[in-house]
């Protein structure tokens, strides 16, 4: 693809009405639950694209505009502009909507405990492949080390995920260490948008035609959020998220928020003592004959 190309999710919107039976959490009891917010993200076109390694693939909106997917950049090796993001990474790291896992195999090879999260099997699969470890969740998911991650990646575009950035915030709040931070990539210039969009790859009729789908309620619509770095500020601030640092590499908008430290959801000392344990227990086994994680 030509241009600046937009960014990419690979998660998906919190349900409306569904809450985990033991934990109260938002979202799947189990990833392998079918739910139709997170079917796109599952199955074809998604996954043909990572398979295959390049598009075309597109986020297709209600009205017939496209935003392309830059399928070639995510399952490439780690650039100039991720790398800008991840020098900034601070304690274990959980990579949300990680896609075929670029950012948690860099973190790995550089020694950093880092962990994605993924949807799509097909995604799951590709990370681990790389060299990085991944698991088959929904951010809304029960996740590992609930509260004790010290950073949390919304790269490519994820700070969409469900149309819905103050909930993906307050989320994101709960999977932090008091003080952690969040590294977000945002849009230019300063937009806030709401959309319905489906996974379009060029040659499925969206909607059962080649027209528009004017009604947005077709198969496969989910709701979806583009902001800019302004408009993610608004909704930060005022629910304990403080501005570390804004930059711009290669074009890419980024912006590391730190969770306000007063926020605990257990004891500093049961957090200090338990959180490189727990999360730890958490990786993905190797086998036998593949090589341990980085810092193990």
């Known amino acids: 693809m030509t241009g600046t190309v937009p960014n990419r999710s690979v998660l998906t919107p919190v349900p409306q009405d569904t809450r985990h039976p033991d934990t109260g959490h938002p979202g799947t009891a189990h990833p392998d639950t079918a739910h139709p917010d997170i ?31 830059d399928v070639e950049r995510w399952c490439g090796g780690a650039d100039a502009a991720d790398l800008s993001a991840l020098r900034r990474c601070e304690g274990p ?57 010290g950073t949390v990646l919304l790269i490519d575009g994820n700070i969409g995920i469900g149309g819905d950035p ?21 849009v230019s210039p300063d937009i806030d948008e709401r959309v319905r969009v489906r996974l379009y790859d060029g040659r ?16 496969g619509h989910f709701p979806w959020a583009r902001i800019g770095t302004p408009a993610l500020l608004r909704y930060a601030r ?39 344990a727990v999360i730890s227990s958490q990786f993905p086994r190797k086998t036998s004959g593949d090589s341990p994680l980085a810092g193990s």
């Open 39 to 69: 079917t796109p993200w599952s199955t074809d076109p998604y996954a043909d694209a990572l398979r295959n390694g390049h598009g075309p693939l597109f986020l297709r909106r209600t009205d017939g505009w496209l935003l392309p997917l």
């Open 93 to 149: 790291v959980l990579d949300i909507g990680c896609g075929p896992g670029r950012l948690v195999a860099e973190l790995a090879a550089r020694g950093h405990r880092a962990l994605g999260i993924d949807v799509s099997e097909t995604a799951v699969a590709h990370t681990l492949r790389t060299g990085g470890s991944a698991l088959r969740r929904s951010v809304f998911d029960p996740l590992p080390g609930e509260g004790r991650w």
């Open 166 to 186: 103050h909930g993906l915030l307050l989320r994101t709040a709960e999977l932090l260490a008091p003080g952690g931070l969040l590294i977000a990539e945002t």
């Open 204 to 219: 499925r009729a969206p909607g059962g035609s080649g027209g528009p789908d004017r009604t947005g309620a077709g198969d």
């Open 238 to 276: 005022p629910n304990g998220w403080h501005p570390v640092d804004q930059w711009v590499a290669d074009g890419r908008p980024f912006v590391a928020l730190r969770r306000d430290r007063r926020v605990r959801a257990v004891s500093q000392s049961a957090d200090t003592a338990n959180s490189t």
